[in-house]
């Protein structure tokens, strides 16, 4: 019997695998670009070359066949993708990639050995499983690391007891290390989506619905021993499901073998990103020969894209496939934004919108990052740059001397000398009051910017923007960034205290100046009686026309023209006047 292809509107699964070919090796770009298939390019079964995918589809019975054909069509994916596909019983295509495989001499790193990372007195350290990156945005993917049993859903008719994140083979508890791992890899995924609007979390969410993600980061074992699906690979996800009415009750979690990626963070952050990508509905960024670019570049700008392997470079960004020898021009950011909108402008880009920087007394421009300040209890003096066109503009006033500026990019918490994976490159400008541009940072081999220059004394404008580089455009340059640095400024004066006594007999009243100046004197004085009466005088005496209650001020003025004033309600009273007795003179006599 011929089959033929029908749309019919229902789910197919597509699970997406992190497959690993980090050595350079088999990642140089080919000149062949593969044929793009699905959504957009109409394909009939026997259009797909022989292989794994064909040959399970054609073994299916019909409306699992015609649920997989649909779904196929849902997305737009390379055809070196079916390399690493598979197809279960009820037509759900998955990608069974394997697991990284690491070069020579990256292991099984650990902070101890690499001396990278430095995370005393983290705060994030001791609320490992209470992060949030923007706490209550209306779609929520949660980053499972404490184990999970579910059941019924399409990973398994039967129940599947997922385990914990453990790095100590004592699964009841997260020690310090356990914990530090958690926070940084909570901080990577949160930065690879900081543009859009969810909130990346570590709390377990009290409702699980269609706009809620979960990333389960597990052993490829399960607590009674049991291998979970697809154990030998890294990560494991289906594709396009996210937003779906069963999206959280039979399509999720997405999974991550933590032991799969060396136990390592920079991986399993890596994965997960990649995986929750999957969900959203991101097919692979590879090249003519492989599924997977493993990028290009050297130092702080190398380059990788989320969807290809990103695992050991220090740029991992959406992509569109704009590097050499792409196979997949799709655009990751506005597939992305089609699901979980962009976030607002956290900052204004002009001048009248401006920000003011924080600067302390002494000319200090402090800044908290997720690290420290995992709440942003300190929002001061950062940012995000939420695309391509964004730029952020901050305004302070400086006195005539050097201005120091350091705008930093999302790796300075938890940072790390490699495998930054921090998503965008920094360019700074200074602007005068007239817009006029007094000096630009964008270093060639880095993505921090820093600017150092003297000034006159004025109203100045830091802009912050994301930028490209040799290694890649400025189209998914976007995340977090901090201010930090120090301007000159005048000595700053203290203002004088306003205060005063008074006494009164009767209408009359003496006022008493007790007013103060700390680092001067007080040189002028203004009092309000009250009842339409003024004096400058610093100790004056006024007589008021009847009792009552009178609103009675004083402003006093000190040397640097810096003014106080304290008001005092003054209530004034008569005393009784008791009226002389009268004596007759002798000689009068009453009749």
Same mark, same amino acid.
């Given at each position: ?120 007195? /983290? ?8 992060? *949030? ?5 209306? &779609? ?78 597990? %052993? ?11 154990? %030998? ?20 979690? /997405? ?22 990508? *999957? ?140 495998? &930054? ?171």
């Amino acid at each position: 019997m011929v089959r033929r292809f029908l749309v019919v509107t229902v789910s197919v699964v597509v699970v997406l695998v992190s497959t690993a070919l980090i050595a350079e090796p088999g990642n140089s770009p080919s000149s062949k670009k593969p044929r793009m298939l699905g959504k957009g390019n109409p394909f009939l079964l026997h259009d797909l070359p022989p292989g794994r995918v064909r040959s399970k589809i054609e073994g299916l019975p019909f409306q699992a066949w015609n649920r997989a054909m649909d779904w196929l069509h849902r997305f737009e994916f390379p055809e070196n993708d079916l390399e690493s596909m598979d197809v279960d019983n009820q037509g759900g295509v998955l990608y069974t990639d394997q697991a990284p495989v690491l070069p020579a001499g990256d292991g099984e790193p650990a902070p101890a050995t690499e001396g990278e990372v430095s995370w005393q007195g /983290a705060a994030a350290v001791d609320n490992a499983f209470l992060l *949030h990156s923007r706490a209550g945005a209306p &779609r929520v993917v949660y980053l499972d690391f404490n184990g999970h049993i579910f059941s019924g859903t399409a990973w398994s008719n039967g129940t599947i007891s997922a385990a914990a994140f453990d790095l100590d083979e004592d699964p009841g508890t997260f020690n310090e290390t356990e914990r530090n791992f958690i926070a940084e890899i909570w901080h990577r995924v949160a930065e690879d989506f900081s543009a859009f609007d969810i909130d990346v979390t570590t709390e377990e969410p009290a409702v699980f619905d269609r706009h809620t993600g979960r990333i389960l980061i597990t %052993s490829k074992t399960q607590t009674n021993g049991s291998e979970m699906p697809y154990s %030998s690979y890294g990560g494991v996800a289906y594709i396009g499901v996210w937003g779906g009415s069963d999206y959280a009750t039979y399509y999720s979690p /997405a999974l991550v073998y933590y032991d799969n990626l060396a136990k390592f963070p920079t991986y399993i952050a890596e994965a997960s990103s990649h995986e929750f990508g *999957h969900n959203l509905g991101l097919s692979h960024d590879g090249t003519g020969s492989t599924t997977y670019y493993g990028g290009h570049g050297s130092g702080a700008t190398s380059w990788a894209p989320i969807m290809g392997n990103s695992y050991s470079r220090n740029v991992t960004q959406w992509s569109k496939g704009e590097y050499q020898g792409a196979n997949n021009t799709q655009d990751d950011i506005g597939i992305i934004a089609s699901e979980l909108t962009m976030a607002d402008d956290d900052h204004g880009d002009t001048m009248v919108q401006a920000t003011p920087l924080t600067v302390d007394v002494n000319g200090q421009i402090l800044v908290s990052n997720p690290e420290l300040d995992p709440d942003n209890d300190y929002p001061d003096n950062k940012g995000k740059i939420e695309s391509s066109t964004d730029q952020d503009m901050f305004y302070f006033q400086a006195a005539a001397g050097p201005i120091d500026l350091t705008v930093v990019p999302a790796w300075d918490a938890f940072y790390r000398d490699n495998k &930054r994976g921090a998503n965008l490159d920094i360019q700074a400008s200074l602007l005068d009051e007239s817009g006029a541009v007094l000096a630009t940072s964008n270093p060639a081999a880095e993505t921090d910017a820093s600017i150092s220059i003297n000034v006159p004394g004025g109203n100045y404008y830091l802009v912050v923007t994301g930028v490209g580089s040799s290694n890649f455009s400025a189209y998914a340059s976007t995340g977090q960034y901090f201010i930090s640095g120090s301007i000159s400024v005048t000595a700053s004066n203290l203002p004088p205290i306003a205060d005063f006594g008074v006494t009164c007999n009767d209408l009359n009243c003496a006022f008493v100046d007790y007013s103060s100046d700390p680092d001067g004197s007080i040189t002028a004085w203004f009092w309000d009686f009250g009842d339409g009466a003024t004096s400058s005088s610093p100790s004056p005496s006024h007589s008021f026309a009847s009792a009552g209650s009178y609103p009675v001020s004083l402003r006093v003025t000190d040397n640097d023209d810096d003014t106080d004033i304290k008001i005092q309600s003054l209530t004034v009273t008569i005393d009784d006047i008791i009226p002389p007795v009268v004596t007759p003179p002798a000689d009068i006599t009453r009749e």
